[in-house]
């Protein structure tokens, strides 16, 4: 069967930002497809169980909202299917949002199909075709075959730039050094007694002990313990591991690895942290979560001065209220540079435009940035952000020819989005 599909806009990677590109093009009335190599939406969300949003509002005291549109529709459309969202003050005194991974797959799917957007999960991108500077079709993968996906406009929201490197667009790897920040293995347990401190500090003096005692495998010593109301179940943020590529051998070998990581830390808070005596190993993963790896080289760039000075800029498509979070050591918590409370940089929309290839956008974590914007835009209440802006910037060239400023900032206004 020769199967061939043509859209207005293909968007790559169904996580936070793959969403809200996928929304945002479809409300501006272009013909949208999103394609997910896995069976669910959500991204690191979903498939790396990080459980709490960050970045919808300011960091520290007074927290001030900075995101809404599509990251909006998915708190409200999680809120409909039940009692799956806590606003919190988390332990480092910043506003998140907590949620159910599992509630927020259904949410997603929800969303796309109330706004008309196409999509295709179990399905993987594997090259592009480009001419002229302009990406002219993608080539997928489905348990069928391979089949052609033409497009006027696309955005990479893969995570790590996986369309811009098939396109031959501009990318880089990490920071200066081609170091990136430390990838995670999260865990779930269940039967935890939560009234007790489930606080850095605790999970500190837990693993330090289970260190002396000699537990094999532990690499992170202090970390975060993701706690949500009325729950006994909670998420593990522990096993470390720093990849140098993205090649199947070496992740492999870090998904293992990663797994030997979570029984021993299972055995070490079972034994060492108060609360966690009776507590259960129920979900590992399932894959490890990627901080960073690689992104684009845009138009314009996210510099370490814009995010510090909390820079505006008059073509400004999204809001980072987030400050710089490095996890840079196997072994070591994650370090913040501080920014004053209540705070935000303005991102813009030449970020979120390949620097070479004149139809691709990046979203989410992708966008260009140095190593110290990259620290404060990765996180997914931004990536909401950058995803809904990408998504319908693309439209607007995909059906009006352009993506002019003025009115892509006034579409996004409509929409509801904070710019
Ligand atoms: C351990 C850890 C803890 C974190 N903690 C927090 C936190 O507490 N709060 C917070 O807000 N952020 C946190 N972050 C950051 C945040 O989770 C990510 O930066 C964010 O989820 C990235 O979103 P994204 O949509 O850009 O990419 P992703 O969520 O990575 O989504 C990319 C999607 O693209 C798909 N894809 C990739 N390649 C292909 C292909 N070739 N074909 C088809 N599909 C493809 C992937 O399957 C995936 O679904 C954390 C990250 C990690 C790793």
């Not at 779930?188 to 007790?196: E, I």
């Not at 909670?234 to 797994?259: A, N, Q, W």
């Not at 814009?306 to 073509?315: F, G, S, T």
């Not at 498509?317 to 987030?322: E, N, S, T």
């Amino acid at each position: 069967m020769n199967r061939s599909y043509e859209y207005d806009v293909v968007v790559a990677g169904g996580g936070t930002a793959g969403v809200a590109a996928a929304v945002g093009a479809a409300k501006c009335g272009a013909k949208t497809l999103l394609i997910e190599r896995n069976p669910y939406l959500g991204g690191e969300a979903t498939n790396s169980g990080v459980a709490a949003f960050c970045g919808f509002y300011t960091c520290g005291g007074n927290p001030v909202k900075v995101v809404s549109g599509v990251g909006d529709m998915v708190l409200e459309e999680m809120e409909k299917l039940g009692n799956t969202i806590t606003y919190i003050i988390s332990a480092t005194g910043n506003k998140n949002i907590n949620f159910q991974p599992e509630y927020l797959k259904c949410a997603l799917d929800n969303l796309l199909d109330a706004e008309g957007a196409d999509c295709l999960m179990h399905t993987s991108l594997m090259s592009a075709e480009v001419k002229d500077g302009a990406v002219q079709s993608v080539q997928c993968m489905d348990d069928e075959g391979i089949f052609t996906v033409k497009a006027s406009c696309f955005v990479d929201a893969t995570g790590d730039a996986n369309l811009a490197r098939m396109a031959g667009a501009e990318t880089i790897w990490g920071d200066e050094e081609g170091q990136v920040q430390a990838a995670t293995l999260t865990f779930r347990l269940s039967g935890v007694d939560t009234a007790k401190p489930m606080t850095p500090d605790a999970v500190e003096r837990a693993v330090m002990q289970a260190k002396k005692e000699g537990i094999p495998h532990l690499t992170r010593e202090k970390g975060f313990i993701q706690v949500r109301e009325d729950s006994d179940i909670v998420t593990v943020l522990l096993p470390t591991v720093i990849p140098k590529s993205l090649d199947g051998r070496e992740l492999t070998m870090h998904e293992r690895d990663g797994r030997k990581q979570v029984i021993s830390y299972v055995k070490a808070l079972k034994k060492y942290m108060p609360g966690m005596e009776k507590s259960e190993l129920a979900v590992i993963g399932p894959s490890i979560g990627f901080r960073e790896t690689r992104r684009l080289v845009g138009r314009k760039r996210i510099s370490a001065e814009d995010v510090l000075e909390r820079r505006k800029c008059e073509d400004g498509v999204g809001r980072g209220g987030w400050k710089p979070e490095i996890h840079k050591s196997q072994t070591k918590m994650g370090e913040y540079i501080d920014v004053e409370d209540g705070s935000y940089f303005d991102i813009p929309l030449g970020a979120l435009q390949s620097a070479n290839i004149h139809n691709l956008y990046g979203a989410g974590r992708i966008v260009s940035s140095d190593t110290i914007g990259f620290a404060a835009v990765r996180v997914m209440g931004t990536c909401f952000a950058t995803g809904h802006a990408a998504g319908v910037a693309a439209a607007y060239q995909a059906v009006k020819g352009e993506a002019e400023i003025s009115a892509v900032r006034a579409e996004l206004e409509k929409q509801g989005a904070m710019i």
